[in-house]
T-cell receptor, first 110, second 114 residues
């Protein structure tokens, strides 16, 4: 089955700096890669996603890149703000199932 | 994005009682819903896949007689924790697959069994 690895597990950045979270996947059949933000005591919220026919996607301060050949994808957050502090999960999907990374706890220091 | 409503958000019950958690897709129809369990500071652990009108598919190690899942309509799936014990205390989250295969999550239910 699919195996998704996510790094780093924890990340601290100064407010205004950029944050990058990286994930790798193993199944070349995966074709959809969403990212979720989870705040304490809440369910994950879809923040951005990318499909395998696209290499990069951007939405305001967040962007996702995908390298199909290397089987890795990354989340980039620019101009970080304290409200960006949360746990972020990547996922890979073949359409029927979703496989999640282990999460990255991001702390933005004011 | 699509909205998935999950209730209750928090429940405290006595050991031996049963607890029902509801998951509703409010603005779309979901033929497939998923139920997860999450321990503190850990990732999402898939418990079962719920398909409308058919029996749920449980992951290995998940007791289907203890965690009853019903997906009777295209907008509602329920998880019933039967004869709950303290070790069942956890954060339970549902999700539903919407258009274009996107997955949206409910807000989660914190279950505490005394």
């Amino acid at each position: 089955g699919e195996n998704v690895e996510q790094h780093p597990s924890t990340l601290s950045v100064q407010e205004g700096d950029s944050a990058v979270i990286k994930c790798t996947y193993s199944d070349s059949a995966s074709n959809y890669f969403p990212w979720y933000k989870q705040e304490l005591g809440k369910g994950p919220q879809l923040i951005i996603d990318i499909r395998s026919n696209v290499g990069e996607k951007k939405d305001q301060r967040i962007a996702v890149t995908l390298n199909k050949t290397a089987k890795h994808f990354s989340l980039h957050i620019t101009e970080t703000q304290p409200e960006d502090s949360a746990v972020y999960f990547c996922a890979a999907s073949t359409g029927n199932q979703f496989y999640f990374g282990t999460g990255t706890s991001l702390t933005v220091i004011p | 994005g699509a909205v998935v409503s999950q209730h209750p958000s928090r429940v405290i019950c006595k050991s031996g009682t049963s607890v029902k958690i509801e998951c509703r897709s409010l603005d779309f129809q979901a033929t497939t819903m998923f139920w997860y369990r999450q321990f503190p500071k850990q990732s999402l652990m898939l418990m079962a896949t719920s398909n409308e009108g058919s029996k749920a598919t449980y992951e290995q190690g998940v007791e289907k007689d203890k965690f009853l899942i019903n997906h009777a309509s295209l907008t509602l799936s329920t998880l019933t924790v039967t004869s709950a014990h303290p070790e069942d205390s956890s954060f339970y989250i549902c999700s539903a697959r919407a258009g274009l295969g996107k997955l949206f999550f409910g807000s989660g239910t914190q279950l505490s069994v005394l």
